[in-house]
């Protein structure tokens, strides 16, 4: 298992920028594929950014394509999401979460391996 903190979350006004980093602990990093989950308020956890252990591969949320861009530093242990343009349906709990295999984390995130706590996003109009 490897250890993740996200940090940067905040609140901003609609059409803004923040970045979220997700820092690493523990296993090797470089072996995990990455991704970026997030939850509002009444609402299900849904995919947002997900990226492979190289960071060569990309996959995003039709929401938030255009607008995100997921990267990774794996000589920083860190994950990063560059949130621009944010309106206000993107103010939720935003969460790492890391697992070795890619496809997991696309496709059945209720077997990811490794979750972060979480940092709140709030967009105002």
């Known amino acids: 298992q490897v250890q993740l903190v996200e940090s940067g979350g905040g609140m901003v006004q609609a059409g803004g920028s923040l970045r979220l980093s997700c820092a690493a602990s523990?296993?090797?990093?470089?072996?995990?594929?990455m991704g970026w989950f997030r939850q509002a308020p009444g609402k299900e956890r849904e995919f947002v950014a997900a990226?492979?252990?190289?960071?060569?591969?990309?996959h995003y949320a039709d929401s938030v394509k255009g607008r995100f861009t997921i990267s990774r530093d794996n000589g920083k242990n860190t994950m990063y999401l560059q949130l621009n343009s944010l309106k206000p349906e993107d103010t939720a709990v935003y969460y790492c979460?890391?697992?070795?295999?890619?496809?997991?984390?696309?496709?059945?995130?209720?077997?990811?391996?490794?979750w972060g706590q979480g940092t709140q996003v709030t967009v105002s109009s």
């Open positions: 523990g296993r090797t990093f470089s072996s995990y594929a």
């Open positions: 990226i492979s252990w190289s960071g060569e591969t990309t």
């Open positions: 979460a890391a697992d070795t295999n890619l496809h997991i984390i696309l496709l059945v995130t209720t077997s990811i391996g490794s």
